[in-house]
């Protein structure tokens, strides 16, 4: 709606004389729409309107014996009119506009993205002998042309993407991922954390805990050292080989959480919130959308700043500025012992469950009140325990 009034114009009048309420009945009668109506007392006040509207209202002043004289004259038609006393100036303008269209009709930078094992400087090379380098102009960049020649010339990519924008070409390239190399150097199973020992299931190497045994962070459990042992006719020679151990070792683990809430709780909580949009032009700031004041006694702002037509250090002086304005409505919470306590647990279990492993799986919870000298808040720990795998690999060199 601003912008609309802004492009057809309008008009702010100071209007004089004993019969106001007269003088905006007759002119609300007769379709013309009056905003920004300020009193300025008894006899005098402000008030808006479209351009093409005035001829009407010295009739009706006229007939109320007022008088009105304008103020201040905004709208695209004023500034049309000012900007032909200003020839050299609207010249200036122009030619500053022919210029950056010009400027960016070419590419000054080509930049190579999402590359690892590919040198970004041979990608460039390929690029520009495809037709993409610095100083070409854009009608001339066939993005599909140059993607099948960067595919042709680099068999390790994957996907490949260029784009032109303003005056900035950008490669964008996805490597294929090869097949790591398989590890072949002996290792040992230890306990990654803490734990008693539930199930132990052996695949490679030689098992040095049974179920039930309580384990130690670092502890080998399953060696990849195998030394020869008894078997059913006495001594069985050999020396001892070294292989990779593999195997399952699942272990009981025990985790801790902390969690508390009070009884009466105070803050501030986000409410409704407004959006401005401004236009900064040259240093001088044009609001575009959004109420004329803020309607919020507290609030919290969220300014975000756009510049088009942005490359390097160069652009144009126009910035576009979004503020989001938020609402800050304190609140009082008064909860009973019952309902601080769920919530203490609630708490307590939130921040614990991140630690816990995705695999694993909860065998039992419990939650232990905490003593506290004050009453104010409700204070519980948690205890979980856990059945996962603590089996880790740790790689060696052998003798």
């Known amino acids: 709606m601003r912008l609309l009034r802004y492009l057809r114009g309008y008009v702010t009048l100071l209007v004089e004389g004993k019969s106001l309420e007269r003088f905006i009945n007759m002119a609300v009668s007769r379709g013309i729409k009056l905003w920004d109506v300020t009193s300025l007392g008894s006899n005098r006040m402000l008030l808006r309107v479209r351009v093409g509207a005035v001829g009407a209202l010295r009739h009706i002043a006229r007939r109320t014996d007022s008088r009105f004289r304008v103020r201040e004259k905004r709208g695209l038609f004023f500034w049309l009119w000012r900007m032909q006393r200003r020839k050299a100036f609207c010249g200036g303008a122009l030619f500053f506009l022919a210029a950056l269209y010009i400027f960016f009709s070419f590419v000054w930078a080509v930049e190579v993205s999402g590359t690892r094992r590919i040198d970004p400087v041979a990608i ?64 040992h199973i230890v306990a990654r954390k803490a734990g008693l020992i539930k199930e132990l299931l052996v695949l490679e190497g030689q098992p040095l805990v049974k179920e039930g045994d309580t384990v130690l962070s670092g502890q080998v459990l399953i060696s990849g050292e195998v030394v020869p042992g008894e078997g059913e006719s006495g001594i069985v020679p050999g020396r001892p080989h070294y292989t990779r151990a593999k195997g399952i070792v699942r272990a009981r683990v025990w985790y801790e959480g902390y969690g508390e809430a009070l009884l009466v709780e105070r803050g501030e909580r986000v409410g409704r919130r407004v959006t401005v949009w401004m236009v900064r032009v040259a240093g001088r700031e044009f609001k575009i959308q959004g109420p004329e004041r803020i309607p919020y006694a507290r609030y919290r702002v969220r300014v975000t700043v756009k510049r088009p037509l942005k490359w390097r250090n160069f652009g144009a002086p126009v910035e576009f500025i979004n503020k989001e304005f938020t609402e800050l409505v304190p609140y009082e919470i008064r909860r009973t012992e019952t309902q601080a306590r769920r919530l203490a647990e609630k708490r307590a279990w939130d921040a614990l469950r991140p630690s816990l492993p ?42």
Do not use: M
Not at 139 to 148: A, L, T, Y
Not at 371 to 397: H, N, T, W, Y
């Open 124 to 187: 460039r090379r390929a690029a520009a002998a495809a037709g993409l380098k610095p100083g070409v102009a854009r009608w001339r960049v066939n993005e599909k042309d140059i993607e099948r020649h960067l595919k042709e010339q680099f068999p390790t990519i994957a996907w490949v993407g260029v784009e032109v924008k303003g005056g900035k070409a950008t490669v964008r390239i996805a490597e294929k991922r090869l097949p790591a190399p398989v590890p072949t150097n002996p290792a």
């Open 358 to 399: 995705a695999e694993g799986r909860v065998l039992s919870k419990k939650y232990v009140a905490v003593p506290s000298g004050r009453r104010e808040a409700i204070r519980v720990r948690l205890k979980v325990e856990v059945l996962e795998d603590i089996g880790q690999l740790r790689e060696f060199k052998r003798p």
